[in-house]
């Protein structure tokens, strides 16, 4: 029941960051994304996977910033998602509690952004953890 409140709640957020600037009834346009996949990493606690930390991401370019020249940067902004979610996934998740998505997503944003500067804010997307096959 909490996770699906915890969703619900991570839904509503998003849908509030990720609406264009009409919809939410400022000027402008629509702000650039850039998809930067799914991830999946393992969960592990006391040497024993534990479970998975499954995500979907994208990510908001620098004000001026053309998505395209940060799309060219994807395979280092994958690479340090990666890394940074290990970290998260080793150090803060569980498959039994909801995942803290504000500490996930400034370890993110920092990450991004030391891996290519004109990239801003990462967008979680889709957040969800799964206990391990044959845990209890």
């Known amino acids: 029941m909490r996770r699906t409140a915890a969703r619900l709640t991570a839904a509503a957020a998003l849908l509030a960051v990720a609406a264009p600037a009409g919809a939410a009834g400022g000027g402008g346009g629509d702000a650039a994304v850039v ?10 606690d006391a040497g024993r996977l534990d479970g998975d930390l499954e995500l979907e991401l994208a990510i908001t370019p620098a004000d001026g910033v053309d998505a395209g020249a940060l799309g060219t940067a ?6 340090a998602m990666l890394s940074a ?6 150090l803060n998740a569980s498959p039994r509690v909801a995942v803290d998505a504000e500490a996930l997503a400034h370890m993110l944003d920092a990450a991004a952004h030391a891996a290519d500067p004109q990239a801003v804010h990462v967008l979680i997307l889709e957040v969800r953890t799964s206990p391990a096959r044959g845990a209890p």
Request: aromatic content about 10%.
């Open 35 to 44: 998809p930067l996949g799914k991830f999946r990493v393992p969960i592990i």
């Open 74 to 79: 994807q395979p280092a902004l994958r690479a």
């Open 85 to 90: 979610l290990l970290d998260f996934a080793q």
